[in-house]
Every structure is written in structure tokens, then in C-alpha cells.
């Protein structure tokens, strides 16, 4: 099962604007990580902010983490239409991993 | 090699066969992972393998039988599916972090399985 929401559920951009997501969850956790999916295939890991941290950067990306609320958010800077996939969070707990149902970015050219 | 990889890329069986999906990861990770995720679903963990030992089992049907040989490979075997288990199975691994969970986890591209 899912541990919580992501909104928006789609997201349509121009290039260079930049885009936000946010996921919410309902238990503790461990950490919080941000994948990528492009269409039909893997995941890749962007990030993984851990419960005692606030804020990380990893170059265009800022994920900030409020765990009094129970979430997150992914920014991405200065977009570009190769970010163009859908994005997911997902939870740690106790080694219990749970994506979020997820985000889909459209980044037009 | 920081690859996941998993065979076939595609799978087509009846209700009646018996098919295995494979994973394999040469990074030295301790846990490995199967995921179901069906068409703009999030994936959804069924199984987790931690020091080749089972200790996640998302309530799967027993129609699916995880197996890890080795620190190295996972497989799922499959018998007698049902068409409402066609998905795509990602296969992941990590390291284990201890206290404070898991680390990154590395996806292999799928196995896209499609039940007659």
C-alpha cells in the first residue's frame, strides 16, 4: 500500500521555469527519498534527506523535509524538457520502503 | 558496476506456466528488493531481502516465490498468474544503513510481464 499523497498528481511547465512537488506521509520514518521514472522503465534515486535533516541540495534539486507535518517537497530549478518524467517520493520506515502515488512532469520546450 | 539488471525485458505466459523473472547486482548491497507496479501506479514493495535473508512479505500471494540464492541474485518465481498480474517488476538493491534505515536504493530497468 502507499504511505501517502504527492500533488500536483501532473504538472506542465515551460523550460526554464521551475517546478515543485510535494508528498505527504502518515507514519515515522527513517528518511525520505525522491525518485525519477522515465516512461515504462526504472527508477533513479535523486535524493535522500534523512529524518533528522531540513533541507538538502543536490545541484538543481532543493528538497526540503518537515517531519512536525509530515512532508516534503522537490524543487527543481531552471527546468529543462529532459526533466520531463514522473516523480516519486518514498518513505522509510523501519526498512518498510513506500513510494508516494507520484507526480508527473511535463517540461515543454 | 553500480547496474541492477534483470531478464527477460519481457514476459508473456498463460495462466498454467511456470516462469522465473532474475536479478542480479555486482555492488556488494546486502538488501534487494521485488516491486509490482502497474501503469501510472506507484511501484508497491511485495518483497524484501535483507542478508539473504526474507524480511519483508507484503501479504503476496503465494502464486509468487521470491528466492535469493546469493548475495548477489534475486529471483521471483511464478506460477499459475492471473491476468490481473500483468505489471511491470522492478527489481532494486541497497545497503542496509542500520538505525537509520536503508540507503539509496538501484533499480533495474524491469521485467514488463504480461498473463493470457
Known amino acids: 500500500s502507499q504511505q501517502g499523497e504527492e500533488d500536483p498528481q501532473a504538472l506542465s511547465i515551460q523550460e526554464g521555469e521551475n517546478a515543485t512537488m510535494n508528498c505527504s506521509y502518515k507514519t515515522s520514518i527513517n528518511n525520505l527519498q525522491w525518485y525519477r521514472q522515465n516512461s515504462g522503465r526504472g527508477l533513479v534515486h535523486l535524493i535522500l534527506i534523512r529524518s533528522n535533516e531540513r533541507e538538502k541540495h543536490s545541484g538543481r534539486l532543493r528538497v526540503t523535509l518537515d517531519t512536525s507535518k509530515k512532508s516534503s517537497s522537490l524543487l527543481i530549478t531552471a527546468s529543462r524538457a529532459a526533466d520531463t518524467a514522473s516523480y516519486f517520493c518514498a518513505t522509510d520506515n523501519n526498512n518498510d520502503m513506500r513510494f508516494g502515488a507520484g507526480t508527473r512532469l511535463t517540461v515543454k520546450p | 558496476d553500480t547496474e541492477v539488471t534483470q531478464t527477460p525485458k519481457h514476459l508473456v505466459m498463460g495462466m498454467t506456466n511456470k516462469k522465473s523473472l532474475k536479478c542480479e547486482q555486482h555492488m556488494g548491497h546486502r538488501a534487494m528488493y521485488w516491486y509490482k507496479q502497474k501503469a501510472k501506479k506507484p511501484p508497491e514493495l511485495m518483497f524484501v531481502y535483507s542478508y539473504e535473508k526474507l524480511s519483508i512479505n507484503e501479504s503476496v500471494p503465494s502464486r509468487f516465490s521470491p528466492e535469493c540464492p546469493n548475495s548477489s541474485l534475486l529471483n521471483l518465481h511464478l506460477h499459475a498468474l492471473q491476468p490481473e498480474d500483468s505489471a511491470l517488476y522492478l527489481c532494486?538493491?541497497?545497503?542496509?544503513?542500520?538505525?537509520?534505515?536503508?540507503?539509496?536504493?538501484?533499480f533495474g530497468p524491469g521485467t514488463r510481464l504480461t498473463v493470457l
Open positions: 532494486a538493491s541497497s545497503q542496509p544503513s542500520g538505525g537509520d534505515g536503508y540507503n539509496e536504493q538501484f
